[in-house]
T-cell receptor, first 112, second 114 residues
Framework: GAGVSQTPSNKVTEKGKYVELRCDPISGHTALYWYRQSLGQGPEFLIYFQGTGAADDSGLPNDRFFAVRPEGSVSTLKIQRTERGDSAVYLC??????????FGPGTRLTVL | AQSVTQLGSHVSVSEGALVLLRCNYSSSVPPYLFWYVQYPNQGLQLLLKYTSAATLVKGINGFEAEFKKSETSFHLTKPSAHMSDAAEYFCAVTVSGGYNKLIFGAGTRLAVHP
């Protein structure tokens, strides 16, 4: 079956701009997670959705970051007033049972 | 709080040699533990997981890991390295049961040379 998909695969933007990153989870997975992976580091948790609601957003670094999942499937991570430090690979994962998370290929964000 | 320490950011082995990637964890509650592999410009692929059943866990591609509570370790091994095993490996921990975030180590880059 289809895995987790993320679009775009690459995004280049200028400092101060707004970006949206999309995640399409595995069909039927109720849980969806966003992580950020900076160069040379392991992924760091950002936010977790159970259905349509954000069950844990403790990893969002500041109020420039926001995520939604309006219909309990596709999720969008939104970053306002991007900064060079936001450059990273943004990973999405989904889970059916909570035990195992399946990751997408990621979106590489570059802020110039 | 939970944390993961991966000893050795880079490991190099010869093709056919034993692979040993070290992972130590810290957790105040019973953990679930995972190893993921990441090939260049790709997402994370699950190699294996420990979820409180057997302490010796077998995964894909001939990898296995043993959960040792007394040593708070979950080291990844493979008896004979293959060139295709060259990748970045991440150990991760989470709280057992329920839907919980993964806490990742910094990763170990494995190089395999002929």
């Amino acid at each position: 079956g289809a895995g987790v998909s993320q679009t775009p695969s690459n995004k280049v933007t200028e400092k101060g701009k707004y970006v949206e990153l999309r995640c399409d989870p595995i069909s039927g997975h109720t849980a969806l997670y966003w992580y950020r992976q900076s160069l040379g580091q392991g992924p760091e948790f950002l936010i977790y959705f159970q259905g349509t609601g954000a069950a844990d957003d403790s990893g969002l670094p500041n109020d420039r970051f926001f995520a939604v999942r309006p219909e309990g499937s596709v999720s969008t991570l939104k970053i306002q007033r991007t900064e060079r430090g936001d450059s990273a690979v943004y990973l999405c994962a989904s889970s059916a049972d909570g035990d195992t998370q399946y990751f997408g290929p990621g979106t590489r964000l570059t802020v110039l | 709080a939970q944390s993961v320490t991966q000893l050795g950011s880079h490991v190099s082995v010869s093709e056919g040699a034993l692979v040993l990637l070290r992972c130590n964890y810290s957790s105040s509650v019973p953990p679930y533990l995972f190893w993921y592999v990441q090939y260049p410009n790709q997402g994370l692929q699950l190699l294996l997981k420990y979820t409180s059943a057997a302490t010796l866990v077998k995964g894909i591609n001939g990898f296995e890991a043993e959960f040792k509570k007394s040593e708070t370790s979950f080291h990844l091994t493979k008896p004979s390295a293959h060139m295709s095993d060259a990748a970045e490996y991440f150990c991760a921990v989470t709280v057992s049961g329920g839907y919980n975030k993964l806490i990742f180590g910094a990763g170990t880059r494995l190089a395999v040379h002929p």
